[in-house]
């Protein structure tokens, strides 16, 4: 059932890639990602309501818990944050294999800090998911803008990959000892606070000319897609027989989605190079998921 789940999440992903990059594209990146926030918390709020009208304990009902869950929510916000600026000004085609090499930085967590070890299938997926990264980057660097700072957006796409491969991990330990609901909504309130406070903080502060804000529709669809990705990712997880090496690979196969997306509706460049490199990245994702097997 969690192999399904995470098949599941990967789709829900994808949309959400989508809805993001269309939602950022000439925007307000902080303005974008507060609404998202805010959209997600409005979403899980009804779970946290039906807690506590059944009198049901609370992350097991301490503070330490709700520390734990703050935690989660800081290191989420800063991939997301990393990972809108990047994809803002980086093609989806571009962003999308860079986030795709996140399984390959969390099985090597797993390794290190859950004491897995890999057969020769799987380190041969790690290099490949290494060489994929080295490749797209290269690539990048020739679609920026005249004058655009193409390295800072790679630098972000990568940052993002790795805060987004330490949230996973610390998912896998929190969901030992919490319900995944529970994490989902508590996670996605806090996300919410910590937002509107840095929002507001960066607002008072900001120097010069500051992009507008405008309203698309496709904001609430970030939130709704981001939702079920998260209650798939977060019920596969608490899975005992989940890895979550496994389930991160499957998860980034989302990249499939929005890399046709960028070729086909928003007509991005080097479609040959970029084909390649997906195949090389969907090609060690194979051999990651055939040697956990």
């Known amino acids: 059932?969690?192999?399904?789940?995470?098949?599941?999440?990967?789709l829900s992903l994808g949309v959400y890639d989508i809805?993001?990059?269309?939602?950022?594209?000439?925007?307000?990146?902080?303005g974008v990602l507060f609404w998202n926030t805010t959209f997600c918390a409005l979403i899980m709020l009804p779970f946290i309501g039906s807690d506590l009208l059944a009198g049901a304990t609370v992350l097991g009902g301490g503070v330490r818990g709700h520390a734990m869950i703050l935690m989660k929510s800081a290191i989420v916000l800063t991939s997301w944050t990393l990972g809108y600026y990047s994809i803002k000004h980086l093609p989806l085609?571009?962003?999308?294999?860079?986030?795709?090499?996140?399984?390959?930085?969390?099985?090597?967590?797993?390794?290190l800090i859950f004491g897995?070890?890999?057969?020769?299938?799987?380190w041969a997926g790690v290099l490949m998911g290494f060489a994929s990264l080295l490749f797209i980057s290269r690539l990048g660097r020739k679609e920026g803008e005249p004058g655009a700072r193409t390295g800072l957006w790679l630098a972000?796409?990568?940052?993002?990959?790795?805060?987004?491969?330490?949230?996973?991990?610390?998912?896998?330990?929190?969901?030992?000892?919490?319900?995944?609901?529970?994490?989902?909504a508590w996670y996605s309130v806090y996300q919410c606070v910590i937002?509107?406070?840095?929002?507001?903080?960066?607002?008072?502060?900001?120097?010069?000319?500051?992009?507008?804000?405008?309203?698309r529709w496709t904001i609430p669809g970030i939130a709704l897609f981001l939702s079920a990705a998260d209650m798939a990712y977060f019920y596969a997880l608490s899975d005992p027989s989940a890895m979550?090496?496994?389930?991160?690979?499957?998860r980034r196969g989302s990249v499939i989605v929005s890399f046709f997306f960028g070729v086909i509706a928003?007509?991005?460049?080097?479609?040959?190079?970029?084909?390649?490199?997906?195949?090389?990245?969907?090609?060690?994702l194979i051999l990651l998921v055939l040697g956990s097997r």
Not at 159 to 171: E, H, N, P, R, V
Not at 268 to 282: C, F, P, Q, T
Request: charged letters at 15%; glycine letters at 8%; proline letters at 4%.
């Open 116 to 122: 897995e070890r890999l057969n020769l299938l799987q």
């Open 244 to 250: 979550v090496s496994v389930v991160s690979m499957i």
């Open 1 to 10: 059932m969690w192999l399904w789940l995470a098949i599941g999440s990967a």
């Open 156 to 184: 972000m796409a990568a940052g993002a990959t790795l805060f987004g491969a330490i949230s996973a991990l610390y998912d896998k330990y929190l969901l030992r000892h919490y319900e995944p609901l529970q994490v989902q």
């Open 93 to 111: 085609t571009i962003t999308g294999p860079i986030t795709a090499t996140r399984p390959v930085i969390v099985l090597i967590g797993a390794l």
């Open 195 to 215: 937002m509107g406070v840095t929002l507001l903080i960066i607002s008072r502060r900001a120097a010069g000319p500051v992009v507008p804000f405008r309203w």
């Open 19 to 30: 809805f993001k990059k269309v939602s950022v594209t000439g925007n307000n990146v902080l």
């Open 266 to 284: 928003l007509h991005e460049r080097h479609v040959r190079a970029k084909l390649l490199d997906l195949a090389l990245l969907i090609v060690g």
